[in-house]
């Protein structure tokens, strides 16, 4: 069966260590490299986060690049308190026993993309897209080369969960969300509308904590914090669990529906900073971007707890 390459940029961030479960426990993927950012928590902390979520998992095979602390302008907003101050809930955070890669994220996307067949390495995005607007800057060819780019931000029905317009990764760095729609890479969109489908019910959660092993428990721990904090802050009984999407979607594209749209971003108003403008009429033929209207929760989690069930 043929691989496909990727590479992971996120911000761990629970449902992003979720993301990263997904993908090292998925034998069709080829895992060239997992970068991070500042986003949920502080960059360093994100890193840190990814290495710990590696070591679990026995994946470190796969290098892990440091990126970006901070927004291409904008000062740095946090989420911890949906992540905890650590970023992983309430797991005791250590320094794993491999350190960052040497170099930034944005130069290994480009290196790693750009020594490969066009179109081949596909890339998700599951934080501020800030490392993928700096990789764009250093290789214009860059947009081009890359396979699809599945991206979790943005919202369009579902409203904002930062602002009543915007979610979380747009709003954090609209700059660089901006310049990526706008690059004219193929894009595969899940925002709020996709993942407030995705939901961590009582089951699916009672599923993961029956499994053995480190990552299993690490797994089942993070969604106990994730759903304390939803039920705490937003009065959810079930909360979304949104960036395992962007790898689902990959692993097995009929969980979604996609529709063909163009996508921009607002720069401009600080009152609806970081909205997602999704418009649907355009030429299906030569649209760049797919908005996820549907998603298959229990699809999604039937992924994460069968990439769990293949991790130690
Ligand atoms: O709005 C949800 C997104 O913001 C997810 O990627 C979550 O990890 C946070 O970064
Ligand atoms: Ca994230």
């Given at each position: 069966m ?13 449902d ?9 426990g ?5 895992l060239?490299a997992?970068?991070t ?18 070591q679990?998992?026995?994946r ?9 602390d ?6 740095p907003v ?12 309430d797991?005791?955070?250590f ?21 490969r067949p ?26 081009a080369?890359?396979g ?7 919202a369009?029905?579902?409203?904002g ?11 954090a ?6 310049e ?6 193929e894009?595969?969109v899940f925002g709020?509308d996709a993942?407030?489908?995705?939901r961590?019910t009582e ?14 428990r ?20 079930a909360g ?9 979607w990959?692993l ?11 996508i ?11 909205h997602?403008?999704v418009?649907?009429?355009?030429d299906a033929?030569?649209?760049r971007h797919?908005?996820a ?9 039937d992924?994460i707890t ?5 991790l130690?």
């Amino acid at each position: 069966m043929k691989k496909q390459s990727l590479i992971i940029d996120c911000d761990p961030g629970v449902d992003d260590a979720l993301g990263l479960f997904l993908a090292f426990g998925s034998p069709g993927l080829d895992l060239l490299a997992v970068t991070t950012v500042g986003g949920n928590v502080p960059g360093v902390i994100t890193a840190r986060n990814a290495r710990i979520m590696r070591q679990l998992a026995g994946r470190e095979d796969v290098p892990v690049f440091a990126g970006a602390d901070r927004p291409l302008v904008r000062e740095p907003v946090g989420a911890g308190e949906f992540h905890g101050e650590g970023g992983i809930g309430d797991m005791i955070p250590f320094e794993p026993r491999l350190g960052n890669a040497e170099g930034s994220a944005a130069q290994a996307i480009v290196d790693l993309v750009m020594a490969r067949p066009a179109g081949s390495v596909a890339l998700a995005v599951m934080g501020p897209m800030t490392n993928l607007a700096l990789a764009m800057r250093l290789e214009p060819k860059l947009a081009a080369h890359l396979g699809p780019v599945s991206v979790m931000g943005g919202a369009r029905s579902e409203g904002g969960n930062i602002t009543a317009s915007a979610e979380f990764n747009i709003y954090a760095d609209p700059d660089a969300a901006a310049e990526v729609f706008a690059s004219g890479c193929e894009m595969v969109v899940f925002g709020l509308d996709a993942t407030h489908q995705v939901r961590a019910t009582e089951a699916r959660i009672a599923a993961i904590e029956a499994l053995d092993g480190e990552s299993a428990r690490a797994a089942g721990g993070l969604l106990r914090f994730s759903q304390r904090v939803e039920r705490e802050i937003v009065g959810w009984d079930a909360g979304p669990l949104h960036d395992p999407c962007t790898v689902a979607w990959l692993l097995k594209p009929a969980l979604f529906e996609l529709k063909p749209c163009r996508i921009a971003v607002e720069t401009v108003s600080d009152l609806t900073r970081g909205h997602t403008a999704v418009e649907f009429r355009v030429d299906a033929a030569t649209a760049r971007h797919r908005w996820a209207v549907t998603a298959d929760g229990q699809g999604v989690f039937d992924r994460i707890t069968e990439s769990l069930e293949r991790l130690p």
